[in-house]
Protein backbone atom coordinates (compact mmCIF):
# COMPACT_ATOMS: atom_id res chain seq x y z
CA UNK A 1 0.00 0.00 0.00
CA UNK A 2 3.07 2.46 1.01
CA UNK A 3 4.55 1.72 -2.58
CA UNK A 4 0.86 2.51 -4.38
CA UNK A 5 0.78 5.62 -2.70
CA UNK A 6 4.09 6.62 -3.44
CA UNK A 7 3.70 5.56 -6.79
CA UNK A 8 0.14 7.09 -7.25
CA UNK A 9 1.55 10.58 -5.90
CA UNK A 10 4.62 10.83 -8.06
CA UNK A 11 2.24 10.05 -11.17
CA UNK A 12 -0.23 12.61 -9.99
CA UNK A 13 2.82 15.58 -10.08
CA UNK A 14 4.03 14.02 -13.44
CA UNK A 15 1.22 14.83 -14.93
CA UNK A 16 0.15 18.10 -12.60
CA UNK A 17 0.90 20.53 -15.49
CA UNK A 18 -0.99 18.88 -18.34
CA UNK A 19 -4.19 18.60 -15.71
CA UNK A 20 -3.91 21.99 -14.65
CA UNK A 21 -3.52 23.02 -18.62
CA UNK A 22 -7.12 20.35 -19.67
CA UNK A 23 -8.45 21.38 -16.46
CA UNK A 24 -8.49 25.74 -17.12
CA UNK A 25 -9.14 25.76 -20.29
CA UNK A 26 -12.47 23.98 -19.74
CA UNK A 27 -13.56 24.33 -16.22
CA UNK A 28 -13.47 27.82 -13.81
CA UNK A 29 -10.13 28.11 -11.52
CA UNK A 30 -12.55 27.25 -8.35
CA UNK A 31 -14.07 23.79 -9.94
CA UNK A 32 -10.16 23.03 -11.39
CA UNK A 33 -8.74 23.80 -7.66
CA UNK A 34 -11.56 21.54 -5.93
CA UNK A 35 -10.61 18.44 -8.25
CA UNK A 36 -6.60 18.96 -7.90
CA UNK A 37 -8.04 18.92 -4.35
CA UNK A 38 -9.22 15.55 -4.39
CA UNK A 39 -6.65 13.87 -7.23
CA UNK A 40 -3.57 15.28 -6.00
CA UNK A 41 -3.49 15.76 -2.43
CA UNK A 42 -4.82 12.81 -0.84
CA UNK A 43 -1.71 10.15 -1.99
CA UNK A 44 0.86 12.72 -0.38
CA UNK A 45 -0.99 13.57 2.88
CA UNK A 46 -1.47 9.49 3.39
CA UNK A 47 2.40 9.22 2.33
CA UNK A 48 3.30 11.96 5.23
CA UNK A 49 1.00 10.45 7.97
CA UNK A 50 1.92 6.41 7.58
CA UNK A 51 3.53 5.43 10.77
CA UNK A 52 7.01 7.10 11.45
CA UNK A 53 8.44 9.16 13.94
CA UNK A 54 8.14 13.23 14.38
CA UNK A 55 11.30 13.49 12.48
CA UNK A 56 9.60 11.50 9.52
CA UNK A 57 6.50 13.83 10.39
CA UNK A 58 9.08 17.14 9.83
CA UNK A 59 10.52 15.97 7.08
CA UNK A 60 7.51 15.12 4.89
CA UNK A 61 4.15 17.41 5.78
CA UNK A 62 5.51 20.61 4.45
CA UNK A 63 4.72 19.46 1.05
CA UNK A 64 1.15 18.56 1.34
CA UNK A 65 0.30 21.34 3.62
CA UNK A 66 1.81 23.77 1.08
CA UNK A 67 -0.26 21.75 -1.50
CA UNK A 68 -3.33 22.11 0.53
CA UNK A 69 -2.17 25.95 1.49
CA UNK A 70 -2.48 26.59 -2.97
CA UNK A 71 -5.38 24.92 -3.70
CA UNK A 72 -7.36 26.11 -0.96
CA UNK A 73 -6.45 29.76 -1.88
CA UNK A 74 -7.51 29.32 -5.83
CA UNK A 75 -10.53 27.67 -4.68
CA UNK A 76 -11.62 31.07 -2.13
CA UNK A 77 -10.09 33.73 -4.53
CA UNK A 78 -10.32 31.88 -7.77
CA UNK A 79 -6.79 33.34 -9.03
CA UNK A 80 -5.74 30.75 -11.28
CA UNK A 81 -2.15 31.47 -10.23
CA UNK A 82 -1.70 29.81 -6.87
CA UNK A 83 -2.29 26.78 -8.80
CA UNK A 84 0.19 27.22 -11.11
CA UNK A 85 2.80 27.97 -8.09
CA UNK A 86 2.78 24.13 -7.26
CA UNK A 87 5.87 23.41 -8.85
CA UNK A 88 7.28 25.78 -7.48
CA UNK A 89 6.45 24.64 -4.24
CA UNK A 90 7.92 21.29 -5.13
CA UNK A 91 11.29 22.87 -6.05
CA UNK A 92 11.33 24.81 -2.96
CA UNK A 93 10.77 22.01 -1.03
CA UNK A 94 13.55 19.76 -3.07
CA UNK A 95 16.02 23.12 -2.67
CA UNK A 96 15.49 23.17 1.28
CA UNK A 97 15.94 19.31 1.39
CA UNK A 98 19.03 19.18 -0.66
CA UNK A 99 20.99 22.55 0.64
CA UNK A 100 20.25 22.21 4.33
CA UNK A 101 22.84 18.49 4.05
CA UNK A 102 25.40 21.30 2.56
CA UNK A 103 25.57 22.47 6.11
CA UNK A 104 26.56 19.15 6.83
CA UNK A 105 29.48 16.40 7.09
CA UNK A 106 27.26 14.51 4.28
CA UNK A 107 25.68 15.63 1.49
CA UNK A 108 22.26 14.31 -0.24
CA UNK A 109 23.89 13.13 -3.28
CA UNK A 110 26.21 11.06 -0.64
CA UNK A 111 23.52 9.58 1.12
CA UNK A 112 22.45 8.08 -1.69
CA UNK A 113 25.63 7.22 -3.00
CA UNK A 114 26.15 5.64 0.53
CA UNK A 115 23.16 3.39 -0.16
CA UNK A 116 24.64 1.30 -2.89
CA UNK A 117 28.65 1.31 -2.07
CA UNK A 118 29.64 1.06 1.13
CA UNK A 119 32.81 3.34 1.12
CA UNK A 120 33.56 6.56 -0.66
CA UNK A 121 36.73 7.80 -1.48
CA UNK A 122 37.29 11.80 -0.47
CA UNK A 123 37.54 12.83 -4.21
CA UNK A 124 33.86 10.82 -4.38
CA UNK A 125 33.04 12.38 -1.43
CA UNK A 126 33.81 15.87 -3.17
CA UNK A 127 32.15 14.99 -6.39
CA UNK A 128 28.71 14.48 -4.66
CA UNK A 129 28.71 17.70 -2.66
CA UNK A 130 29.27 19.48 -6.14
CA UNK A 131 26.54 17.00 -7.60
CA UNK A 132 24.04 18.22 -4.49
CA UNK A 133 25.17 22.21 -5.60
CA UNK A 134 24.33 21.67 -9.21
CA UNK A 135 20.59 19.84 -8.19
CA UNK A 136 20.34 22.80 -5.74
CA UNK A 137 20.71 25.47 -8.83
CA UNK A 138 18.69 23.18 -11.20
CA UNK A 139 15.95 23.42 -8.32
CA UNK A 140 16.44 27.47 -8.54
CA UNK A 141 15.89 27.55 -12.24
CA UNK A 142 13.00 25.77 -12.33
CA UNK A 143 11.37 27.45 -9.28
CA UNK A 144 12.10 30.84 -10.68
CA UNK A 145 11.35 29.93 -14.14
CA UNK A 146 7.15 28.51 -13.54
CA UNK A 147 7.15 31.10 -11.21
CA UNK A 148 7.54 33.69 -13.72
CA UNK A 149 5.59 32.08 -16.11
CA UNK A 150 2.83 31.50 -13.45
CA UNK A 151 2.58 34.76 -13.06
CA UNK A 152 3.32 36.66 -16.58
CA UNK A 153 3.25 33.74 -18.65
CA UNK A 154 0.45 32.20 -21.07
CA UNK A 155 -0.91 29.07 -19.72
CA UNK A 156 0.53 27.13 -23.01
CA UNK A 157 4.03 28.39 -22.07
CA UNK A 158 3.92 27.67 -18.30
CA UNK A 159 2.34 23.90 -19.60
CA UNK A 160 5.48 23.34 -21.81
CA UNK A 161 8.11 24.05 -19.21
CA UNK A 162 6.23 22.49 -16.10
CA UNK A 163 5.54 20.00 -17.73
CA UNK A 164 8.51 19.43 -20.32
CA UNK A 165 11.17 21.11 -20.67
CA UNK A 166 11.46 21.50 -16.74
CA UNK A 167 11.81 17.23 -16.93
CA UNK A 168 14.33 17.30 -19.48
CA UNK A 169 16.66 19.31 -17.31
CA UNK A 170 16.73 17.01 -14.77
CA UNK A 171 17.27 14.04 -16.65
CA UNK A 172 19.96 16.07 -18.66
CA UNK A 173 20.88 16.74 -14.95
CA UNK A 174 20.87 12.93 -14.09
CA UNK A 175 22.49 11.76 -17.19
CA UNK A 176 25.34 14.02 -17.05
CA UNK A 177 26.29 13.36 -13.36
CA UNK A 178 26.22 9.61 -14.05
CA UNK A 179 28.65 9.83 -17.01
CA UNK A 180 31.36 12.00 -15.72
CA UNK A 181 30.62 9.76 -12.39
CA UNK A 182 31.76 6.74 -14.00
CA UNK A 183 34.56 8.75 -16.50
CA UNK A 184 35.97 9.93 -13.05
CA UNK A 185 35.58 6.85 -10.94
CA UNK A 186 35.16 3.97 -13.01
CA UNK A 187 33.07 2.16 -10.38
CA UNK A 188 31.23 -0.20 -12.07
CA UNK A 189 28.53 -3.40 -11.14
CA UNK A 190 26.58 -5.91 -13.26
CA UNK A 191 24.16 -4.15 -14.75
CA UNK A 192 23.92 -3.60 -18.49
CA UNK A 193 24.34 0.04 -18.21
CA UNK A 194 27.93 -0.44 -16.67
CA UNK A 195 28.77 -3.09 -18.64
CA UNK A 196 28.28 -0.45 -21.09
CA UNK A 197 30.24 2.40 -19.57
CA UNK A 198 32.91 0.22 -18.94
CA UNK A 199 33.62 -0.13 -22.28
CA UNK A 200 33.78 3.46 -22.91
CA UNK A 201 35.70 3.97 -19.64
CA UNK A 202 37.58 0.71 -19.14
CA UNK A 203 38.40 0.25 -15.14
CA UNK A 204 42.06 1.20 -14.24
CA UNK A 205 44.78 -1.39 -13.50
CA UNK A 206 45.86 -0.82 -9.97
CA UNK A 207 49.47 -0.21 -9.61
Not at 46 to 64: C, F
Not at 144 to 169: D, E, K, N, Q
Amino acid sequence: MRAAWTVLGAAVLAAYPLLVYLGLTRLSVRGVGLLLLAVVLPPHLARALRKGGREHLRAVLPLPIGIGVLLLAAVAIEDHRFILALPVLINAVLLVAFAATLTGPVSMIERFARMQVDTLSAAEVAHCRAATVAWCILFVVNGAVTAVLAVRGPLSFWTAYAGGISYVLIGLLFAAEYVVRKARFRRYGSGLQDRIFARIFPPRRAG
